[in-house]
């Protein structure tokens, strides 16, 4: 097998969100399928939520490339955590209006009431957790004006649970959870992403022995995964490199140099 192989299949499981990475297994497609109709629900608000490395920033990639043709939807991976910047930015966006200076909410406001849009704007808003309190109460403030619909994503852990049910239960009429992925999962997972970047030789590498090895140490989580293979991918290069290819088996993934890769991740300790 040609070593470069190893070297595009590293390359697969870069840490990086594109909508064109998305990998279509039965359940997530249910799951994507049940938000986009969500989108055209007269909703406030939609709630994203899951376990870091779970998928929520490749769902609202995927969303924003999928609706941008008929809609206007707009993505803000990042969090504008200065709430002046914030409003500047949606009154930019959505509004098409420059406002220099400070901006405050009630100034927004005013600004939502005199454009009235023919139609409602989605805004994808990623890492909701990362707003402050006081900024997610304007956004809850300002999907009641039915002006603009919210997609947001929060890290379910159990502050994040409790602030979903204390802040949103009364305005977020769908709420959406991801998962990971099963073992059977993760198989067609690695299988697909490799055989979409035509690694086909190395998608046939893994075997259930192989997967179940990966599954036990990430527990399917798709960020692990990806993190797991680039370092795995990146040990079988330096085999290569340092004249010791004749020592791996190049038909089969081993698991022995899946826990050497899992040790560099430090997903398990030496």
């Not at 299949?9 to 998305?22: E, G, H, Q, W």
């Not at 279509?24 to 989108?39: A, F, G, H, N, P």
């Not at 909701?128 to 300002?142: D, F, H, T, V």
């Not at 059977?184 to 046939?204: S, V």
């Amino acid at each position: 097998m040609n070593s470069s192989i190893f070297v595009k299949s590293k390359d697969v499981f870069l840490d990086i969100v594109n909508a064109k990475d998305y990998i279509q297994l039965d359940r997530v497609s249910t799951i994507y399928q049940s938000l986009k109709d969500s989108i055209k629900k007269p909703l406030k608000m939609i709630l994203l939520y899951g376990k870091p490395g779970t998928g929520k920033s490749m769902f609202l990639n995927k969303l924003h490339t999928d609706l941008s043709t008929t809609m206007d939807v707009y993505l803000y991976k990042t969090p504008i955590l200065d709430e002046s910047e914030f409003y500047k930015t949606l009154a930019q966006d959505i509004f098409s209006t420059k406002y220099s200076g400070e901006l405050n909410f009630t100034q927004f406001m005013k600004i939502v009431a005199q454009k009235k849009n023919t139609t409602i704007p989605v805004v994808l808003l990623d890492e909701a957790q990362l707003y402050s309190e006081n900024l997610m109460e304007k956004i809850r403030l300002l999907s009641d004006t039915r002006t603009v619909k919210f997609v947001i994503t929060l890290h379910k852990t159990e502050k994040e649970d409790l602030i979903a049910k204390e802040h949103f239960q009364t305005r977020i009429w769908e709420s959406i959870e991801l998962e990971n992925a099963s073992s059977g999962e993760l198989k067609i997972y690695i299988q697909k992403k490799l055989m979409k970047a035509n690694c086909f030789d190395t998608a046939n590498m893994f075997t259930n022995k192989a997967v179940n090895k990966i599954y036990k140490i990430t527990q399917g989580n798709y960020r692990d995964t990806n993190k797991l293979l680039y370092t795995l991918f990146d040990v079988y290069v330096s085999y290569e490199e340092s004249n010791q290819y004749s020592k791996i088996k190049t038909d089969q993934i081993s698991t022995k140099l899946i826990e050497m890769a899992a040790i560099h991740t430090g997903l398990i300790n030496a």
